[in-house]
């Protein structure tokens, strides 16, 4: 049961355009969501988040939107650098109980920003 | 601050022995969680560590196990491994388990 969904498995972008990277969830209790880029055999390394109770939120190139009713967030990156070429995670969390230090992460999608 | 550290960074072990792996969390950070990436399932979240205390388990057997010390350093023990085991090792902290995660670089574990 896939609960987390990054439907697309790669994206490409030239330098200077807008990269957009989709996550969409189907687990309603998700009120607080995470994007994390990753190189292959290194950790995460967290770029934004947002909490259910906002619908944007934004960090220098970056910015999370979040649609609740449609169960969807996206990513932002503008302007696309070469730098940023590697594989997008997002992820979400529940409130606490059951859940408590638990992130549900998508598949990933690799975007490669091309020079 | 000093971000997270996982030690070691890479391990070969072979089928039927037994690995330690630790994690020293961001300072002041009292929350410790632990992930296992594999190319087909993704990243799947193993346990949850709280001062001292188990708070939450993924669905994973019980040859993966953990201990937090009570400097919140973290560390997580799969027995009788299996070829199945090789994966990449991810430990996070986080203040209270319920807010942004920090990631380590991660253990690369092989098992022949």
């Known amino acids: 049961d896939q609960q987390v969904k990054q439907n697309s498995p790669s994206l490409s972008v030239q330098e200077g355009r807008i990269s957009i990277l989709n996550c969409d969830y189907t687990n309603s209790m998700f009120d607080y969501f995470l994007w994390y880029k990753k190189y292959p055999a290194e950790g995460p390394t967290f770029l934004i988040s947002i909490s259910s109770i906002k619908d944007k939120n934004e960090d220098g190139r970056f910015t999370v939107f979040l649609n609740k009713s449609a169960k969807h967030l996206s990513l932002h990156i503008v302007p696309s650098q070469p730098g940023d070429s590697a594989v997008y995670f997002c992820a979400a969390m529940s409130p606490g109980g059951t859940s408590y230090g638990k992130l549900t992460f998508g598949q990933g999608t690799i975007l490669t920003v091309h020079p | 601050k000093a971000g997270v550290t996982q030690t070691p960074r890479y391990l070969i072990k072979t089928r039927g022995q037994q690995v330690t792996l630790s994690c020293s969390p961001i300072?002041?950070?009292?929350?410790v969680s632990w992930y296992q990436q594999t190319p087909g399932q993704g990243l799947q979240f193993l346990f949850e560590?709280?001062?001292?205390?188990?708070?939450n388990k993924g669905n994973f057997p019980g040859r993966f196990s953990g201990r937090q010390f009570s400097n919140s350093r973290s560390e997580m023990n799969v027995s009788t491994l299996e070829l199945g085991d090789s994966a990449l090792y991810l430990c996070?902290?986080?203040?209270?388990?319920?807010?942004?995660?920090?990631f380590g670089p991660g253990t690369r574990l092989t098992v022949l």
């Open positions: 996070a902290s986080s203040s209270a388990g319920q807010d942004t995660q920090y």
């Open positions: 560590y709280f001062s001292e205390t188990q708070r």
């Open positions: 300072s002041g950070h009292r929350s």
